[in-house]
Nanobody, 120 residues
Framework: QVQLGESGGGLVQAGGSLRLSCAAS????????MGWYHQAPGKQRELGAT???????NYADSVKGRFTISRDNAKNTVYLQMNSLKPEDTAVYYC??????????????WGQGTQVTVSS
């Protein structure tokens, strides 16, 4: 069994910054890609950013240049530094990770979500 635990959400004014953290725990053999998704009220969950175990990153156009994803492989943790926040960034942010619990078995893990609210 594996779990993802998120922290760092909250309320911030437009133009402000927040840093989200997500730590994986449990029976972990290896973690491949980790990422952050967000879901605004009434909308589908969308990709924000992903990072591979080797550090290659990918960003949605909506966050490119403002958000930075990083990870600490020794701590099984992924971070999302969010700068220049806009009211339209308001959403529940979910952590995701491809976690191998053995050399052959991969588990698509999701965190419980953390609320980010940006006031205008």
């Amino acid at each position: 069994q594996v779990q993802l635990g998120e922290s760092g959400g909250g309320l911030v004014q437009a133009g402000g910054s927040l840093r989200l953290s997500c730590a994986a725990s449990g029976n972990i053999f290896r973690i491949n890609t980790m990422g952050w998704y967000h879901q605004a009220p009434g909308k589908q969950r969308e990709l924000g950013a992903t990072i591979t175990s080797g550090g290659s990153t990918n960003y949605a156009d909506s966050v490119k240049g403002r958000f930075t994803i990083s990870r600490d492989n020794a701590k099984n943790t992924v971070y999302l530094q969010m700068n220049s926040l806009k009211p339209e960034d308001t959403a529940v942010y979910y952590c995701n990770a491809d976690i191998f619990t053995s050399p052959l078995y991969k588990y698509d893990a999701w965190g419980q979500g953390t609320q980010v609210t940006v006031s205008s």
